[in-house]
């Protein structure tokens, strides 16, 4: 399997409803993050959560990060339609320059109006 | 402010032939690096280029990819000879060099779909 795996590969929900991503990682890592890609765009950062972080906020979301499980999660509240797209997290590794990061297969989701 | 532009945004191509792909990062970026997504699986770092030189290039699958950053502006990605299995979304994505922190956030191009038939 791969570092950075994003569950559920596809979720789809109601309008107003709550959706949770959950990301599982294997290495040890720097930091976290969160893209979002919208069909036929590029990828968008969304947050970023350092390891000796446990939980951050940004607007509508919120992220979660347990080192100890290797598990991230990410929580987007009151849900619209136009946050359907699909959501990968990436881990940065520990390097000393740049920020190479590893990718899951992302979750799909998808917002009913 | 531009984002990071990438060209061709489609290209349909047969195998064996030569494709190219261009990407300009974002002024003053100094550090630019190529993804591709294939076949619907996980986003894979391809290289990383650090102005003009490649701070690692472990992801590129074999020889036949070619990457350049020729005066540490914009990065081409050359196939040659393009196959089957190099189908897929070609991501180039930017970052600052001025601070760790800095360098962590990535912005990404929209890719360019390549279709080796």
């Known amino acids: 399997s791969q570092q950075g795996e994003e569950d559920p590969q596809a979720l789809s929900i109601q309008e107003g409803e709550n959706a949770t991503m959950n990301c599982s990682y294997k290495?040890?890592?720097?930091?976290l993050q969160w893209y979002r890609q919208n069909s036929g765009r590029g990828l968008v950062h969304l947050i970023l959560i350092r390891s000796n972080e446990r939980e951050k906020h940004s607007g509508r979301l919120r992220v979660t990060l347990d080192t100890s499980k290797k598990s991230s999660s990410l929580l987007i509240t009151a849900s619209r339609a136009a946050d359907t797209a699909s959501y990968f997290c990436a881990t940065g590794l520990q390097e000393t320059s740049g920020s190479r990061l590893t990718f899951g297969e992302g979750t799909q989701l998808t917002v009913n109006p | 402010e531009a984002g990071v532009t990438q060209f061709p945004s489609h290209s349909v191509i047969e195998k064996g032939q030569t494709v190219t792909l261009r990407c300009d990062p974002i002024s003053g970026h100094d550090n630019l690096y190529w993804y591709r997504r294939v076949m619907g699986k996980e986003i894979k770092f391809l290289l990383h280029f650090v102005k003009e030189s490649k701070q690692d290039e472990s992801g590129m699958p074999n020889n036949r990819f070619l990457a350049e950053r020729t005066g540490g502006t914009y990065s081409t990605l050359k196939v040659q000879p393009a196959e089957l299995e190099d189908s897929g979304v070609y991501f180039c994505a930017s970052s600052q060099d001025s601070g760790h922190r800095a360098r962590e956030k990535l912005f990404f191009g929209s890719g360019t779909q390549l279709s080796v038939l």
């Open positions: 290495t040890s890592i720097n930091n």
